[in-house]
C-alpha cells in the first residue's frame, strides 16, 4: 500500500512538473493606441506570427487603448517587468535618460520616408538602440507612422498662426522647444486624455499623426488640420532586458524573425493609413485638412530650425549631424 501510495505521489508529481513544462512563456505587449491603427494591426500580426513560429510555446498578450499603463507610466512598468514589451515613441527615452533618441523629434531632420529609413534600418538606427541596454530595455525594431501633423481649433496656415495656442505634445524636451519656437503653449498629457482636453479646450490643439487623429476621433472635436510633417512619427518596440536573455536562444530567433514580419506589415500599413486617414477625414466634413504652399513651408522650417541648434547640447552634435547627413544622403 505504501508503495502504491509513493508511486502515486511520484506520478503526480511528474504530470504536475510537466504540466508546468508545458505552460507557454507570456509577453505582455502593451500599447497606447487603437487596434485599428498601423502600429494596433502590426502588435496583432506579431502576437499571431509569434505564436504560431514558436507552436504555442509563447503566447502575447496584446494590450491595446492604454488599456494597463498610460504613456507616462509604460516605461518603468517595462523596467520593473509588469509588461515584457512596449512600442513607444523615441522622444520618451530622452526623460528616462536616453536623450539621444530625441534625434527623432528634431523639426525637419528627414526629407522623406526613404531618408527616415537610412537611418533607422542602417548602422546608425542600431547603433542607437544599443544605448537602451544599459536602461534594462532591448530594442528591436522601428515602426513607422508617417510625419507628424498639427491640429487646432482655428486655422493654422503659417507659424504666426499658432502664436498663444495651447498644444498637447508628448513627453520630450525636443517638442517643448519646437512649439515654443512658433509661439504656441506646448501643454504635455497622457495620449489617452487628448481626446477630451481637446473637447473641453483645455488645450486648443495637438501634436500628432494622421491614424491617430482618426482612430482617437480627435478629427471630430478639431475643426483644423495643417500639414506641417514637422517631425518623424514612429516608435521604438523594445522588450525587457532581463526577460529577454533569460529566453532559449530558439525562442528568440523565431520572435526575432515574427517581428521582422510585424515590422514590414506596420511600415506598409502605416503609409497606406496615413492615406486613408486624410481620405475619412476630408469625407467627413468636420475637419478642414491644409497643406501648405512651398512659400509656407519654408516659413515652418525656418520658424523651427533654431531648435536643431538648441537642442545639440543636450542630444550631441555629432549625432545630429550623422543623422542629418544619412538622412539627406543621395
Do not use: C
Amino acid at each position: 500500500m505504501k508503495l502504491l501510495l509513493s508511486l502515486t505521489a511520484a506520478l503526480g508529481l511528474l504530470l504536475g512538473a510537466s504540466a508546468q513544462a508545458q505552460e507557454p512563456i507570456v509577453i505582455k505587449f502593451s500599447h497606447v493606441a487603437a487596434v485599428d491603427t498601423p502600429k494596433g494591426q502590426a502588435a496583432a500580426l506579431f502576437k499571431k506570427r509569434a505564436e504560431e513560429r514558436t507552436k504555442g510555446r509563447v503566447r502575447v498578450d496584446v494590450y491595446p487603448n492604454s488599456m494597463l499603463f498610460k504613456d507616462k507610466e509604460e516605461l518603468e512598468a517595462l523596467q520593473i517587468g509588469s509588461v515584457q514589451m512596449l512600442a513607444p515613441v523615441p522622444g520618451k527615452f530622452g526623460p528616462a535618460g536616453i536623450k539621444e533618441f530625441e534625434v527623432f523629434d528634431l523639426p525637419y531632420m528627414f526629407p522623406n520616408e526613404a531618408g527616415l529609413h537610412r537611418v533607422t534600418r542602417g548602422p546608425l538606427g542600431a547603433s542607437l538602440l544599443k544605448k537602451l541596454e544599459p536602461r534594462g530595455f532591448l530594442g528591436l525594431s522601428y515602426w513607422d507612422a508617417g510625419f507628424r501633423i498639427l491640429s487646432a481649433n482655428r486655422p493654422v496656415h503659417v507659424p504666426d498662426d499658432a502664436k498663444g495656442l495651447k498644444i498637447r505634445i508628448s513627453s520630450s524636451k525636443v517638442n517643448q522647444a519646437i512649439f515654443k519656437s512658433i509661439g504656441a503653449i506646448p501643454q504635455t498629457m497622457a495620449f489617452s486624455e487628448v481626446y477630451q482636453a481637446l473637447q473641453t479646450g483645455v488645450v486648443d490643439g495637438a501634436d500628432g499623426n494622421m491614424p491617430n487623429l482618426y482612430t482617437q476621433k480627435q478629427f471630430e472635436v478639431q475643426k483644423h488640420v495643417t500639414m506641417t510633417n514637422h517631425t518623424f512619427s514612429g516608435y521604438v518596440v523594445v522588450v525587457n532586458k532581463a526577460f529577454w536573455d533569460k529566453l532559449p536562444a530558439d525562442i528568440r530567433t523565431e520572435l526575432n524573425a515574427a517581428m521582422k514580419e510585424a515590422t514590414e506589415y506596420n511600415d506598409k500599413v502605416a503609409e497606406e493609413d496615413n492615406l486613408k486617414a486624410v481620405a475619412a477625414i476630408k469625407a467627413s466634413g468636420k475637419t478642414t485638412i491644409y497643406t501648405p504652399t512651398p512659400e509656407e513651408k519654408a516659413l515652418w522650417v525656418k520658424a523651427m530650425a533654431p531648435v536643431q541648434e538648441e537642442m545639440a547640447p543636450r542630444i550631441g552634435r555629432d549625432l545630429i549631424e550623422a543623422v542629418r547627413k544619412e538622412a539627406n544622403a543621395k
